[in-house]
């Protein structure tokens, strides 16, 4: 895994990662009894790399956050390479291709 940013206040750390599979991993913070979801400040999504985006569907909870949903991070070697206190988990999620809709055709 590769960091590629923190959005740090206090004791929160939601944290973005790359991987080698082509994917994200997501650090933020637990959502009681769903270990697939996890909920992120806004702010994080500005450390994706360039002309990528999180393969996930995000929900806007309307309060400077996003919940998402993808599968849990079980690897121990993956889980040592973190940060995380007990209120935040991570789930890994596909690394999406960013298309907009402004930008010219590809050819």
């Given amino acids: 895994m590769r960091f590629l940013g923190k959005n740090t206040q206090g004791a929160h750390s939601p944290t973005l990662y790359a991987t080698d599979r082509n994917t994200y991993v997501v650090q933020g913070w637990r959502i009681p ?10 702010p994080l999504l500005g ?8 393969g996930a569907l995000l929900h806007d909870t309307g309060v400077g956050t996003f919940t998402l949903a993808g599968s849990p991070v079980t690897d121990p070697e993956a889980l040592r390479q973190m940060d995380l206190p007990d209120h935040e988990t991570c789930v890994e999620v596909a690394r999406g291709r960013e298309v907009r809709r402004d930008a010219p055709p590809v050819r």
């Fill in 33 to 42: 009894e769903h270990p697939e979801l996890i909920e992120i400040p806004h």
């Fill in 47 to 54: 450390y994706l790399e360039p002309g990528s985006c999180l």
